[in-house]
């Protein structure tokens, strides 16, 4: 699937949206009521010695903010899970925009060795660290506060 981020590099925005989008849902879903969540994601082009090799970094809060402004700790649970679906949608993704066959995506569903692995050591996509605590999703939203970068429609009040 790299070789079609190398020629369309829209790709990368409309991925980025649909990575959000899949935590979104799934939050909702567990805090079984609408929160808004945040996170930080950016693409990557290149890996060690600059080859070609598409793939995202992202920082996300472990839950969201209910309609009250009350943060909602949601943990992430099995990762391994989340991939797979991850893998799934964006497959989905490809075969909706006709970049690849029918044929293809099954293919790409049933491959031992998922697409979503490094190219260089075939470890598989990994969550390197997750904040769990509460108050730490805390210290950083008032550091946001603090320097005048907030989410927006966040309510600072709600850290008290």
Request: proline share 6%; charged share 25%; hydrophobic share 45%.
């Amino acid at each position: 699937m790299r070789p079609y981020f190398r020629h369309n590099r829209w790709l990368f925005a409309e991925v980025s949206r649909l990575i959000f989008a899949m935590l979104q849902r799934f939050y909702n879903k567990a805090a079984k009521k609408p929160v808004r969540t945040g996170m930080v994601l950016a693409y990557q082009t290149s890996g060690e010695f600059l080859r070609w090799n598409p793939h995202f970094h992202w920082l996300v809060l472990e839950g969201g903010f209910d309609e009250r402004g009350k943060f909602v700790h949601i943990p992430l649970g099995d990762i391994h899970r989340m991939s797979e679906y991850f893998r799934r949608v964006v497959i989905r993704f490809f075969l909706k925009k006709e970049l690849i066959t029918a044929h293809l995506a099954t293919s790409l569903i049933n491959w031992k060795h998922s697409a979503f692995v490094c190219p260089c050591c075939s470890a598989p996509m990994r969550v390197l660290a997750v904040i769990t605590e509460p108050e730490e999703v805390r210290k950083i939203l008032r550091h946001l506060v603090k320097i005048g970068r907030s989410p927006p429609g966040f309510d600072p009040a709600s850290l008290n």
